[in-house]
């Protein structure tokens, strides 16, 4: 079917911006079929399905929007954590200020160096193009097209130091496009951070293909900048036995979209994604967008997402759990939540189940609320201050979802910095 006109004039707008970079054979012959599939699909708009509560104007048109730089004097997210650093400054890999690309059990290299013959060979590309279906994402495509850089991680054993993808935003006006690819191999295990605001606009994808008895656990920041725009995909592949746990936590910025695609390929495989948002402002707007499949025996997966929104800030949830056939003994759960803390901002959500197995367990739930009058009404009575009351409500209403963080670690500082976020904001 040929694209509408509008649609096919947007994308070839955004697309004679942009050249395919240079690199070995396989990663070219990835970036000319990813191409392809952008061009087939177009670029999206709010005419599609899944972009109905969001605009994507901004993310697909041929130059980014401005964002000027923002500095509020507080340390980088996980800046206290024992980690292997990576640095990426608008999208591109800065060697001084990384630590070296080596550790046990851990095999990495740039994708801007990626050689002839490299592991990543039968991954670039592959998952996201799983991922097309039977949602098209052409944002990601354009990703796989257009990435200059990223990382291409292999894990061969547990490693008990976690990796660092640190985003580094100095130009007001810099689009990135990063691409990772992570490899676990059976039995391998991994801990990765990201943190920062990236760039202007920022297009991520990171595919991780998670082997038997393999863990991998993610727990990414984004904030600081307050106008930054960001779109981002995780595609996941999961193996028998595997465990994958991502945590995402968003404050600040004009524009974010996380979509998260997961498959369960192996039976007795885990899946939670985890999210908590906090927004502030009319022009703010975060849209997380999940796709869950079943597809093997006895798998459970989990859908945490909270956000909290106040002054006419504006939250979004799309989130589905596919059980295809035969995928008996799945254990699903979805649950997506706002507080409100004005009549002014608004919580959109569409959760999905579609079951074409008879022997599960499934269920979701979505809920729109402010702030629980009585309790704050306890805390108040009692000495609390109001602004402190509804701080510990708020942080209350978010633990749930931090809750799905493994590490107490990890979790002491995303709550941490939910509390230095809260602080600053009392009115």
């Known amino acids: 079917m040929a694209l509408p006109q509008t649609k096919l004039d947007a994308t070839d707008a955004r697309l004679s ?9 396989w990663l070219v012959e990835a970036r000319e079929t990813a191409l392809a599939r952008v061009q087939a699909m177009g670029l999206p708009s709010r005419r599609d399905e899944y972009w109905k509560y969001t605009r994507p104007d901004t993310l697909v048109q041929a130059d980014p929007v401005p964002a000027a730089l923002f500095d509020g ?37 740039r994708l801007a160096d990626a ?18 279906k039977p ?28 990796v660092n993808l640190s985003y580094v935003h100095r130009n007001e006006t810099s689009d990135a496009i990063l691409h990772h690819v992570v490899k676990l191999e059976e039995g391998a295990a991994l801990t990765l951070l990201e943190n920062g605001p990236a760039a202007a606009r920022f297009n991520k994808v990171m595919e991780v293909e998670v082997a038997d008895n393999a863990s991998f ?17 995780i595609f996941t592949r999961l193996g028998t036995e595997s465990a994958f746990k991502s945590f995402t936590l968003t404050a600040n910025g004009v524009m974010t979209r996380n979509e998260c695609v997961i498959e369960l390929t192996g039976d007795d495989a885990i899946a939670h994604v ?43 949830f799309q989130g589905k759990i596919l059980v295809k056939e035969g995928a008996q003994k799945t254990d699903g759960y979805q649950i997506s939540q706002s507080m409100l803390l004005d009549d002014d901002s608004q919580f959109l959500a569409k959760p999905e189940l579609e079951i074409y197995a008879d022997d599960v367990a499934c269920s979701h739930g979505s809920t729109t609320g402010a702030i629980d009058e009585t309790a704050l009404f306890y805390l108040k009575s009692r000495g609390v201050p109001t ?37 600053r904001r009392r009115a």
Not at 98 to 109: M, Q, R
Not at 300 to 316: I, Y
Not at 402 to 410: G, H, K, M, P, Q
């Open 274 to 316: 985890a999210g908590a948002c906090m927004g502030d402002g009319k022009d703010f707007h975060h849209d997380d967008t999940v796709f869950i499949t079943h597809d093997a025996l006895r798998c459970e997966s989990r859908q945490v997402f909270k956000k909290v929104l106040r002054n006419g800030a504006t939250g979004v």
């Open 115 to 132: 050689p002839d013959i490299h592991w990543a060979k039968d991954l670039y590309g592959q998952l996201e193009t799983n991922g097309q």
């Open 73 to 109: 004097g507080e340390a980088p997210v996980f800046d206290g954590i024992d980690a292997l650093q990576i640095v990426f400054v608008d999208g591109v890999f800065d060697a001084d200020a990384s630590d070296d690309l080596t550790g046990e059990g851990l095999e990495i290299t």
């Open 217 to 233: 656990n993610h727990v990414r920041a984004q904030g600081r900048d307050h106008e930054r725009r960001a779109a981002t995909h």
């Open 17 to 25: 911006a942009l050249s395919l970079p240079a690199g070995p054979a």
């Open 387 to 423: 602004d402190q009351a509804t701080d510990l409500l708020v942080l209350a209403f978010l633990a749930e979802a931090v809750e799905e963080i493994e590490a107490e670690e990890l979790r002491d500082e995303i709550t941490a910095r939910l509390q230095g976020w809260l602080e």
């Open 135 to 162: 949602v098209e994402r052409p944002l990601a495509a354009l990703n796989s097209a257009f990435a200059t850089d990223g990382v291409l991680i292999r894990v061969t054993a547990p490693v008990s130091r976690p």
